[in-house]
Nanobody
Framework: QLAETGGGLVQAGDSLNLSCAAS????????MAWFRQAPGGKVREFVA?????????YYSHAVKGRFTISRDNAKNTVYLQMASLRPEDTAIYYCAADRWGGNAYDAPARYQYWGQGTQVTVSS
């Protein structure tokens, strides 16, 4: 299971750090990612991905330069540091795990395990 924490209500320009703790699985065997789903949105939008070793990361254009994904395999936890937050970052943020890798890393269907999500609200 994956459990996200750290969401909340912040103002535009603020920072927020999300955590995703895994239980019953060892994340060192998985590529990990964050997705988000905006209010009323039908699609989960890719945010960031980090490979198993932690040495390769990918970001969406919307968050590149503002968000940082990292992992601590010893703590079985993945993080998302969010800076310079904007109202359009308001969404439920989900952690996801992919065992197999490959192309289309930004597609939700790529991921086998998901957390329940944590709400991030950015006021203007």
């Amino acid at each position: 299971q994956l459990a996200e924490t750290g969401g909340g209500l912040v103002q535009a320009g603020d920072s927020l750090n999300l955590s995703c703790a895994a239980s019953g699985m060892t994340i060192s065997g998985f590529n990990m990612a964050w997705f988000r789903q905006a209010p009323g949105g039908k699609v989960r939008e890719f945010v960031a991905r980090i490979m198993q070793s932690g040495d390769t990361t990918y970001y969406s254009h919307a968050v590149k330069g503002r968000f940082t994904i990292s992992r601590d395999n010893a703590k079985n936890t993945v993080y998302l540091q969010m800076a310079s937050l904007r109202p359009e970052d308001t969404a439920i943020y989900y952690c996801a795990a992919d065992r197999w890798g490959g192309n289309a890393y930004d597609a939700p269907a790529r991921y086998q395990y998901w957390g329940q999500g944590t709400q991030v609200t950015v006021s203007s």
